[in-house]
Nanobody, 123 residues
Framework: QVQLVESGGGLVQAGGSLRLSCAAS????????MAWFRQAPGKEREFVAA???????LYSDSVKGRFTISRDNAKNTVYLQINSLKPEDTAVYYC?????????????????WGQGTQVIVSS
C-alpha cells in the first residue's frame, strides 16, 4: 500500500509563492506517474499538473507558466512550486499517485491519494 502525505500549504498574499511537497512511501515511486489536483469549495476536483516516471510534465492551462511540478526519486517526493498566486488558486491541493499515462488529467485513473493541504490566497 502506498501512502502519500502532502505538506507546505498555508495562507499567502496574492502574488506570493509556496512550495508543496508530497512524500510517498513504497518502492514503486520512481516508476509511478504522479500528479497534483485541487478542489475549491463547491467545485469539482480539477487537474493541476502531472509528472511521469521519465520526468515529462503536463500542466493545466490555468497554471501553465506559474506552477512547476518536479520529483526527487531519491527522496520519494513530488513537489509543486506555485508562484504568482491568485485568489482563484485557493483550494485544497491533493497529491495523486500511479496515474494512467494516457489519461493523466482524470482523477479517476489514479490509485493513491493524499489527505490534501490547504492553500488560501488573500487579495
Amino acid at each position: 500500500q502506498v501512502q502519500l502525505v502532502e505538506s507546505g500549504g498555508g495562507l499567502v498574499q496574492a502574488g506570493g509563492s509556496l512550495r508543496l511537497s508530497c512524500a510517498a512511501s513504497g518502492r514503486t515511486f520512481s516508476t509511478s506517474n504522479m500528479a497534483w489536483f485541487r478542489q475549491a469549495p463547491g467545485k469539482e476536483r480539477e487537474f493541476v499538473a502531472a509528472i511521469i516516471w521519465s520526468s515529462g510534465t503536463l500542466y493545466s492551462d490555468s497554471v501553465k507558466g506559474r506552477f512547476t511540478i518536479s520529483r526527487d526519486n531519491a527522496k520519494n517526493t513530488v513537489y509543486l512550486q506555485i508562484n504568482s498566486l491568485k485568489p482563484e488558486d485557493t483550494a485544497v491541493y491533493y497529491c495523486a499517485g500511479n496515474g494512467h499515462l494516457f489519461n493523466l488529467k482524470s482523477p479517476v485513473d489514479y490509485d493513491y491519494w493524499g489527505q490534501g493541504t490547504q492553500v488560501i490566497v488573500s487579495s
